[in-house]
């Protein structure tokens, strides 16, 4: 008799990849890319919900198994969507990057001088 194997609950942080598509193009599997491994998603009702997360940065909490063709799987039991995360960071960079510069009047001239139209210095803190 075979002993049950032990499971867990792992949390991935990665986002919605593409794993396998039908004849027509359409995506109908996807898998957990981390930046380490890729993770085949079992496709029930939480792996469907996640279709519509393609190319979505996602936190997803599920048992993972390697199966007999050295594939990691997943088969989730939780996940939450990191995109909104990851989007405020990358704003709040490129306001900081665009409020470093202080144009000066010549920089609003646009005509073919060769003034210094766009020469720009940093503020002083």
């Known amino acids: 008799m075979a002993t049950p194997r032990k499971t867990r609950q792992t949390t991935l942080e990665g986002y919605v990849a593409p794993a396998k598509w039908n004849e027509d193009g359409q995506v109908t599997a996807v898998a957990i890319q981390t930046d380490e491994e890729e ?10 919900e996640l279709l519509d997360y393609l190319h979505e940065d996602v936190e997803v909490t599920g048992v993972v198994t390697l199966d007999a063709n050295g ?3 997943v088969q989730v039991s ?3 969507l990191l995109d909104d995360l990851f989007d405020d960071e990358d704003e709040e960079d490129a306001l900081d990057a ?3 510069y202080e144009w000066d009047d010549d920089d ?4 073919d001088d060769d003034d210094d139209d766009d020469d720009y210095r940093p503020k002083m803190r």
């Open 39 to 48: 993770y085949l998603v079992d496709m029930d009702t939480l792996g469907q």
């Open 98 to 100: 665009a409020e470093a």
């Open 71 to 73: 594939v990691f799987r």
């Open 108 to 111: 609003l001239d646009s005509d």
């Open 78 to 80: 939780n996940y939450a």
